[in-house]
């Protein structure tokens, strides 16, 4: 009797150690700080580039910048909805990135004139999308991230950033003086006082 107690406890042990290896299974991986940081940025950084894209299609009268705002739109819903799944399946909870800046380039797109509304966008592209492929080459590359699922997405991403960035680059204004001139808000355009050549996307 005592043999048969003494096995059934130890089958008893034996399944318990069983359920809690399953239960510590289905827990979600736990994110490292890094892969927080950089899913809130790379979360805010789209979201921004869905903004702006939607004010240049509504604002811009250049037909290829309105393409290229239709390309960027469509890309970075793509991407968006991508991190979000990824984000969602892993249930992370993302805190909010400090996007100040970005509202502020938000608010120049929205007070642009129309004579200097393609310059104001065509700069910011170009340094939205020069950060961006920093950023996402380090989360891919880097040791701050260690999630291999966040690594492979920001990897993935990068050759489209880059498309973006040379596309772009063709579109600002020839004039050094003003391609070469940083954005601040509320600040006098010399873009008003020279004819922006006509843009074409490659």
Known sequence: MKTILKTLGMLLAIFACILAAQAQDSKPAQPQAGDLDFASKATASNNFELQAATIALAKSQNA??????????DDHTAAGNELATLVKNKNWQLSSADDQNYKTMID????????NFDRVYTDMMVKNHQDAISLFKDASTGTATTDADLRKFAGDKIPAFEKHLGQIKNMQPSDPSIGDMPITPNAP??????????????
């Not at 120049?108 to 004579?115: E, M, P, T, V």
């Open 64 to 73: 290829n910048i309105k393409q290229y705002a239709q390309m960027i739109a």
């Open 189 to 202: 355009s010399p873009a008003s006082k020279n004819k922006v050549p006509k843009l074409k996307l490659k």
């Open 108 to 115: 120049q797109l929205n007070n642009a004139d129309a004579s």
